[in-house]
């Protein structure tokens, strides 16, 4: 069973608004067992939304459209489904007295042209609309077997529409199949890395199917289970996810919603410190070229004041030297940006804000600056960290105890890529020290 979702209004088309419609239709679509072969958006255009619908119809079971049911003049859903039809728009009597009870209701005269919202092509089913204006159209569009829906574009008013119409006919055709979704998200290794260590598991005719994306320097695993029962999608859904942990570990952070930053808030959250008596471990950063973007990656995530001391932003080599306490012969012999003045950078502020972790970061992020050395792109990252809870408290509050490692990163893109990347590779060399296991890459 295929679906395809119409998505109608100029301000989708110029990008001045987002559409969430389609995606969130798709996924009540595929949780309730109808693939989604196209999403397509055309503006306030009859004739391109009359091409959109004879276009759609014999590729599918059904074609969503959202928007363009309102009462302007650049509203022409209805009247496209009208001419496809080749009927005549026909006043609905019903929804009209309709929606002058609901202006008397709130105490407002009903304009003129309202009454174009009572207006639907003829011999089509009226949705009934019980939070707006716009009621709703539904129909079978010849000859092929094709049933339309056409929803209001308001949020609010769509969401309620499609959960009444569109989901109960869904199910119906469906016959209880499913296909079922689950996102897990990895950071660290490009996306033909990924996809060469899950090897026939990325298999195109394989069941469920495994995809990968990549947004914002996180590559993700995209799964679909398609079965006949949810019982079968559950069970083999569940033997996928399992195979791609063995195959790529502790690559994999977290799943569906999860961020790097929620997984590393909760291994803080998550972790005793013993002797101290406290149910949090803390960390503090020391910023140069990310600006304080670490710093707010950690504290996105509500209750972070738990976790999160305080974080530095040395950007020039005076504050480093004055707010952390980074030598001027270290600064003067290796570069601002370098692993031992990383380092330093990363114990100053471990000491200052007494946490229990620092990072710190110092790099080249362009367009300019870079030199055949350093080029733009170069990165260094450190991490300082107490010695574990059960060292004896004399020594593990000794700062030369202390310990703190570095590296060097050639990171690629523009520079909110290079600050994007920077500061999700120090969340995860924290998320891995945190784990207690060696970073795999």
């Known amino acids: 069973m295929k679906a395809i979702v119409l998505s109608v209004g100029d301000e989708l088309v110029r990008g001045q608004t987002v559409d969430t419609n389609s995606a969130w239709i798709s996924q009540q679509l595929l949780a309730n067992g109808c693939d989604v072969a196209e999403h397509r958006t055309v503006g306030d255009d009859q004739s391109g ?9 014999p590729r599918c079971d059904s074609i969503i459209i959202t928007g363009g049911l309102g009462p302007t003049d650049d509203d022409l859903t209805r009247q496209a489904i009208a001419a496809v039809l080749g009927v005549e728009l026909e006043l609905r009597q019903d929804w009209l ?48 077997d094709c049933r339309l829906f056409s929803l ?3 949020p609010r008013e769509m969401k309620q529409m499609f959960a009444d119409h569109v989901l109960p006919w ?29 090897g026939d598991l990325m298999r195109r005719d394989r069941n469920p ?50 961020s790097l930053s929620h997984v590393v808030a909760g291994l803080l959250t998550q972790s005793a410190t013993g002797d101290r008596g406290s149910s949090v471990l803390t960390v503090t950063t020391a910023e140069s070229c990310t600006g304080g973007l670490l710093a707010k990656m950690l504290t996105d995530i509500p209750g972070s004041s738990d976790y999160f001391k305080t974080g530095f932003i040395t950007y020039s080599n005076q504050s480093k030297r004055d707010r952390l306490g980074v030598s001027e012969n270290l600064i003067n012999v290796h570069g601002a940006v370098s692993e031992p003045v990383v380092l330093a950078m990363a114990k100053g502020a471990r000491r200052l804000a007494n946490a229990d972790y620092a990072l710190a970061i110092s790099g080249v ?9 350093k080029p733009v792109g170069t990165v260094c990252i450190a ?59």
């Open 383 to 441: 991490l300082a960290h107490l010695p574990p809870s059960d060292t004896p408290r004399p020594q593990r509050d000794r700062e030369d105890e202390v310990t703190a490692v570095a590296r060097t990163f050639k990171f690629t893109g523009d520079r909110q890529a290079i600050r994007d990347r920077a500061a999700k590779m120090a969340l995860t060399m924290l998320r891995f020290r945190l784990l207690g296991k060696p970073m795999p890459f």
């Open 170 to 198: 869904i199910k119906q055709r469906s016959g209880g199949s499913v296909i079922l979704q689950k996102t897990l998200h990895t950071f660290g290794l490009g996306e033909s890395n990924i996809a060469e260590r899950l």
């Open 209 to 258: 199917s495994v995809g990968t994306t990549v947004s914002n320097n996180i590559v993700s695993l995209r799964i679909n289970a398609r079965f006949d029962t949810r019982d079968e999608a559950e069970r083999d859904m569940q033997q996928t996810i399992a195979a791609c942990h063995e195959k790529l570990g502790e690559l994999i952070f977290g799943q569906d919603d999860e």
């Open 152 to 154: 209001p574009g308001v």
């Open 49 to 57: 939304i009359e091409r959109a619908i004879a276009d759609a119809t």
């Open 97 to 144: 007295d309709r929606i002058a009870a609901y202006f008397a209701r709130i105490n407002r005269p009903m304009a003129e042209r309202n009454k174009i919202q009572a207006m639907l092509p003829r011999g089509c089913d009226l949705l009934d609309n019980p939070v707006g204006t716009a009621c709703g159209i539904a129909c079978r569009v010849p000859p092929a």
């Open 365 to 373: 992020a362009g367009p300019g600056g870079g030199t055949e050395a």
